[in-house]
């Protein structure tokens, strides 16, 4: 069975870094992408960045780039977001998603469980 | 940035109706358009990708079409397990973008 499974649910101070991690399984974890989505309370998903294990090359939207970092680790088939000084704006949902690339078929398809990230002082 | 544009917002329909979703991207995304469900306090779950392939285990009631700029999403006949928040997303150009959500509720 593909599966992600993603790291538990963290509280931090405004200021503090974090990083959250996405584990693959079922599947050859360098031959698809993996990218992070936030959903804050009650609003829709947001795609902030995507890596590739097999070659680290990675992009990220505009609107998080500088504010994320995202990795891999393809020797223990996992991804990593990371923060180096949060927010309290950076509260939210963190969702990691699988995803070929093109041209071949796909989509966001398995979603990992998600990890609450709670910033608050 | 490719913007996505779903419309409704909201959807008010009862079981055993029709319910077609609409999503018009901002410029030609050709075939690489998906559509995903997302439940309260759930994941996302994929439902149509590049288009109109239903993703594994997704019920026939389910089809997408569409090409360029404008994709629809049919739900033939809804169940009441169907009611939830659907999106679009694009995959042709970084960042893959998705819509805003449209809300399909029971009316």
């Known amino acids: 069975e593909v599966q992600l499974v993603q790291s538990g649910a963290e509280v931090k101070k405004p200021g503090e870094s974090l990083e959250i991690s996405c584990k693959g399984s079922?599947?050859?974890?360098?031959?698809?992408?993996i990218g992070w989505v936030r959903q804050m309370p009650g609003k829709g998903l947001e795609w902030m960045g995507i890596?590739?294990?097999?070659?680290?090359?990675?992009r990220y939207s505009p609107s998080f780039q500088g504010q994320v970092t995202i990795l891999a680790d393809k020797s223990i088939n996992t991804a990593y977001l990371q923060w180096s000084s949060l927010k309290a704006s950076d509260s939210a949902m963190y969702y990691c998603?699988?995803?070929?690339?093109?041209?071949?078929?796909?989509?966001?398809?398995?979603w990992g469980q998600g990890t609450l990230v709670t910033v608050s002082s | 940035e490719i913007v996505l544009t779903q419309s409704p917002a909201t959807l008010s329909l009862s079981p055993g109706e029709r319910a077609t979703l609409s999503c018009r991207a901002s410029q030609s995304v050709s075939s690489y358009l998906a559509w995903y469900q997302q439940k309260p306090g759930q994941a996302p779950r994929l439902l149509i990708y590049d288009t109109s392939n239903r993703a594994t285990g997704i019920p026939a009631r389910f089809s997408g079409s569409g090409s360029g700029t404008d994709f629809t999403l049919t739900i033939s006949s809804l169940e009441p397990e169907d009611f939830a928040v659907y999106y679009c997303q694009q995959r042709s150009n970084w960042p893959h973008s998705f819509g805003q959500g449209t809300k399909l509720e029971i009316k």
């Open positions: 998603a699988r995803i070929p690339g093109l041209p071949r078929p796909g989509g966001f398809d398995p």
């Open positions: 890596i590739y294990p097999g070659d680290s090359d990675t």
């Open positions: 079922g599947y050859s974890f360098t031959d698809y992408w």
